[in-house]
């Protein structure tokens, strides 16, 4: 019989040249195809809650696909992890109503941004977090952060290449917390454009150098100019962290009087009943 299922994956993004299938790189949507291929003998349509760029690393994202496997969530997990590279992980399977879809029953994502500071790299993030030198203004860094919660046009933060529609995003967290040297800049919206978190990122480190007033902010967003923000920050400092959807929003933070497409939750946005949900060992 047919059912869906809800694939967790987690991967180190720096050997990949990003989600998206690509001809003649290595992509994260091809190696996990390839490896549910071989243990099931299905290639099933997949659709992904989010796509990550070249470099980027992930331990939340969430794709969704059909199969007629015999296999339990178990078998299917420890199955799956035989054939799945050292930096691909598919930590986690649920099986869920026919007609859920990981991208478009989602009410959100979480992205961690982490920065490095300190005379010198460190040798154990090196591949998971951008090394910068300067000392940062972290109360500055925070006071720009809140110009941007809420919903807003973010085109002048998202980059030149992005097919979307729009720019209009809601943003409902933004925490920056340092542990040792290590500045973690946590994210949670209802959809992100392309590069919008990285283009974010650089622009706060412009606000921490002095370079920019968290005030500015305001202007940027305003403009809708993606030449008044700042560089888009390097890729391997940015993980894909959490999908949100209505089964849990637990962690996620979101506020009561929130506002934004898929939230509230309704029957319309989640027409599932969470007592057919079988959820996976992790």
């Not at 790189?25 to 349509?45: D, H, M, W, Y």
């Not at 015999?70 to 050292?86: C, F, I, V, Y």
């Not at 994210?187 to 968290?214: H, Q, Y």
Request: glycine content about 6%.
């Amino acid at each position: 019989m047919i059912a869906s299922y809800r694939f967790h994956l987690a991967y180190r993004g720096e050997k990949f040249a990003g989600f998206q299938a690509q001809a003649h790189v290595r992509t994260v949507s091809q190696e996990f195809q390839k490896a549910l291929f071989l243990i099931t003998g299905e290639n099933p349509v997949l659709q992904a809650a989010g796509r990550t760029d070249a470099g980027v690393h992930a331990h939340g994202q969430v794709i969704s696909a059909k199969l007629e496997t015999k296999l339990s969530l178990r078998q299917l997990t420890l199955a799956l992890a035989t054939k799945t590279p050292s930096d691909l992980s598919i930590w986690r399977i649920d099986k869920m109503p026919l007609g859920f879809d990981a991208r478009r029953h989602s009410v959100g994502k979480q992205y961690i941004y982490r920065i490095a500071q300190g005379l010198v790299p460190d040798v154990h993030m090196r591949d998971r977090s951008w090394h910068v030198r300067a000392q940062l203004d972290h109360d500055a860094m925070r006071r720009a952060c809140a110009y941007l919660i809420g919903e807003h046009d973010f085109e002048s933060f998202r980059g030149s290449l992005c097919s979307a529609a729009h720019a209009v995003r809601y943003i409902w967290h933004m925490g920056l917390s340092q542990k040792d040297k290590i500045l973690e800049l946590d994210i949670r919206g209802n959809a992100f454009c392309l590069n919008m978190v990285r283009i974010i990122v650089g622009t706060l480190v412009d606000v921490g150098r002095g370079k920019l007033k968290p005030e500015d902010i305001k202007i940027i967003l305003d403009a809708k100019d993606r030449r008044k923000a700042g560089m888009t920050a390097r890729p391997e400092g940015l993980s894909f962290a959490q999908v949100y959807y209505p089964d849990d929003l637990s962690n996620a933070l979101i506020p009561k009087d929130a506002l934004f497409p898929r939230f509230p939750v309704s029957e319309l946005s989640w027409p599932f009943d969470s007592k057919n949900i079988e959820y996976g060992p992790i």
